[in-house]
């Protein structure tokens, strides 16, 4: 499991860094953000929450059932939808309200 980051939509604002708790999220030569080792991403998605351009993606590989699926999430004044992007192109969004997301 990794993100993946997309150069043609990221826009340089550099909040995936900020938000990344393993310092592991860089500017390139263009000052767009990359991840020069993805395989020590985390998976904390905590980079793709904040990113307001939908730049990044998680990668949902086989080990846990993604068989290549990608993640997205966009956020609005009170909802965070979660898009899965399947191999074959199918999305299904999962919408949360932020006010009641910490009620359990």
């Known amino acids: 499991m990794?993100?993946?980051i997309n150069k043609d939509l990221c826009i340089?604002?550099?909040?995936?860094?900020?938000?990344?708790?393993?310092?592991l999220i860089h500017k390139d030569s263009r000052g767009l953000a990359?991840?020069?080792?993805?395989?020590?991403?985390?998976?904390?998605?905590s980079c793709i929450k904040v990113c307001s351009v939908q730049a990044i993606r998680y990668f949902l590989g086989a080990d846990v059932g993604g068989a290549g699926a990608t993640l997205r999430?966009?956020?609005t004044s009170h909802y965070l939808n979660?898009?899965?992007t399947l191999p074959d192109g199918t999305e299904e969004t999962i919408s949360i309200d932020?006010?009641?997301s910490n009620q359990y």
Request: with cysteine.
């Open 2 to 4: 990794s993100i993946q």
């Open 12 to 23: 340089g604002c550099g909040r995936c860094m900020e938000s990344c708790p393993g310092n």
């Open 34 to 45: 990359e991840i020069p080792r993805v395989q020590d991403c985390w998976g904390c998605t």
């Open 73 to 75: 999430a966009e956020s």
């Open 82 to 84: 979660w898009t899965v």
């Open 98 to 100: 932020r006010s009641e």
